[in-house]
């Protein structure tokens, strides 16, 4: 730890935290706290990319109909603006050569489909590039080749069964035999790097990429990709500073202004917990985000304030339909108590188990209870489910393993989430198949909660500038968490916040901090004054009517012993 200290003149505690995430060398810390566009390698090693390049830019030259399919979430919407920006670049007249399609969620379900194909084919289109999807779309392609249609899928999913589908050129670094060094892109990520590939050493290429590392970056952290990848942690970086210098895009400005963000820098976490989610809401509640590329097309203020406000009111009732079914999987929950290690509930559409939100309700049914759980909409005989998991617990390859025998009629995801449909009939078989696994894969303590703490901060140590020498430790995410610090002390004060929040002061003598435990008012009886506590959290900054002060965000509090 004193080496990097000295080496990089660094507070005791960055170094720590930079040990703990494995950064041991000062070459190392050293380009971790100084994220860069030149840490994302070269994009034209990547298994098929030169290939793919050579079709897109192919397609540009003889001005072929070219249409790019996105998924219904923030990363899928973000790559497919991010590559039609860049054939726009190009030259492209979008309106005549380039068009798009993102299918509906509730209509369509997750990912290719015959019928897209098929309209496709019906449109002329020549070239067909898929971003987030794709990957697992066998029949699909091949429907797409039979027509004479080149298919591009640029997806950062994994393979199901190691097969990437044959009759599309694949770009992905996860697929069997790719040696690329960055495997952990979003699908925006790739897109991003088609774009560079496709630019090459054109004049302002260099300007015109950074510009789309604004989009980019949310699409990126959204997705929930690691941040502690050289490659996504520069995406990010670059995308805030952009993104805090302001942007030319109407769009994306009117998008910053309706989350509250227009008179305030920009963080990481506002990436993830206002503007991300404000994207992925047209997905969830008009089932497509088409009109948040109509948003990113407005020509003029008025017309991307008025969009912007229609994404943002479908936020607020995205968030309304969540916290009621959050509350009905609660009390689920609690009346019928969950032996197995992988909750399962399930529940009708027309009852609020509405299928745009049961993914973020299984992540708070996480959040609070430390166990894998899988959230099914019922709608028309079908589960449309969505599963959220925990680090010991992969669920794709959960799913991969108990569903050989056709017990999905599709699925797909990552370690941590996914989505998947199945006969409502097969719900309990469901339940029996994926507990039986997590009992034979997960570690007896899997399912107990475990913290592990950077390191300890003295009450008159939480400062400014030690918050200011943390931030160099940004952007946190995935991978690279905010620095978990136990804090001591004695409650001094104690106060409940909008009904929701508890608020402790805590002092130990001359030094004074202020706590706040989001959502967790119920704890207030449990921490009454005069207790002496312990509190594992981080320290941030508070700004209020123009003046910063200093307070400290709990993520667990317990009496002292």
């Keep these: 730890m004193k080496c990097l200290t000295q080496a990089l003149d660094v507070h005791p505690l960055v170094a720590t935290c930079l040990i703990n995430r494995g950064l041991t060398t000062p070459e190392q810390a050293a380009a971790f706290l100084a994220p860069d566009l030149t840490h994302v390698p070269d994009p034209r090693p990547m298994r098929n990319l030169t290939e793919a390049l050579h079709i897109i830019g192919r397609a540009v030259e003889r001005r072929e109909r070219i249409r790019i399919v996105g998924d219904y979430d923030c990363d899928g919407t973000t790559g497919l603006v991010t590559l039609r920006s860049v054939l726009q670049q190009l030259g492209v007249q979008t309106d005549d050569f380039v068009s798009y399609y993102v299918p509906d969620r509730e209509q369509e379900g997750y990912g290719l489909n015959p019928g897209i194909i098929e309209q496709a084919a019906a449109d002329g289109i020549q070239v067909l590039v898929s971003v987030d999807i794709g990957i697992t779309a066998h029949r699909e392609w091949e429907m797409a080749r039979a027509h004479g249609i080149v298919g591009v899928c640029i997806d950062h999913h994994t393979a199901l069964g190691s097969q990437v589908p044959a009759d599309a050129v694949v770009v992905c670094p996860k697929q069997v035999g790719d040696a690329y060094p960055e495997k952990d892109f979003a699908a925006c990520g790739l897109a991003w790097q088609m774009a560079r590939a496709l630019l090459g050493e054109r004049p302002n290429g260099k300007a015109f990429l950074r510009s789309l590392t604004k989009l980019v970056a949310i699409g990126t952290y959204a997705d929930l990709v690691p941040l502690s990848s050289p490659a996504n942690r520069a995406i990010v970086a670059e995308g805030l500073r952009g993104l805090n210098s302001g942007s030319k895009n109407p769009g994306l400005s009117a998008l910053i202004e309706v989350a509250g963000l227009k008179e305030r820098p ?61 509350e009905q999987l609660e009390a689920r929950i609690a009346s019928q108590p969950q032996d197995d290690p992988v909750y399962v509930l399930a529940g009708n559409h027309t009852d609020g188990w509405h299928q745009g939100v049961v993914g973020i309700a299984a992540s708070k049914v996480v959040e609070t209870h430390h166990h894998p759980a899988l959230v099914c909409s019922i709608r028309d005989g079908i589960a449309h489910g969505s599963g959220r998991s925990i680090p010991q617990f992969n669920l794709i390859e959960a799913l991969q393993a108990i569903g050989q025998d056709g017990l999905f009629l599709r699925y797909g995801g990552h370690p941590a989430a996914a989505g998947f449909c199945l006969p409502v009939e097969r719900l309990p078989e469901l339940q029996q198949r994926i507990n039986a696994y997590a009992r034979q894969v997960l570690p007896p303590d899997a399912l107990t909660r475990v913290y592990v703490a950077d390191g300890e901060l003295p009450l008159g140590e939480l400062t400014l500038p030690l918050v200011e020498s943390l931030a160099k430790l940004e952007p946190h995410g995935i991978g690279n968490p905010h620095p978990r610090l136990i804090l ?19 002092g130990d003598g001359p030094h004074r901090a202020e706590v706040l435990w989001w959502q967790r008012r119920e704890y207030a009886e449990q921490l009454p004054r005069q207790a002496k506590v312990e509190v594992l959290g981080r320290p941030d900054i508070n700004v209020w009517q123009g003046r910063a002060s200093v307070q400290f965000i709990a993520t667990d509090i317990r009496l002292a012993t």
């Design 488 to 506: 001591r002390g004695q409650i001094l004060e104690q106060r409940i916040l909008k009904d929701q929040h508890l608020k402790l002061i805590l």
């Design 266 to 326: 920009i963080g990481a976490g506002d990436l993830g917990f206002r503007l991300g989610p404000r994207i992925n809401a047209a997905g969830r509640i008009e089932g497509t985000t088409v009109g948040v590329i109509q948003l990113f097309d407005s020509l003029t203020v008025d017309e991307a304030r008025q969009r912007a406000q229609q994404i943002d009111a479908w936020n607020t009732e995205r968030q309304t339909i969540q916290r009621q079914l959050v």
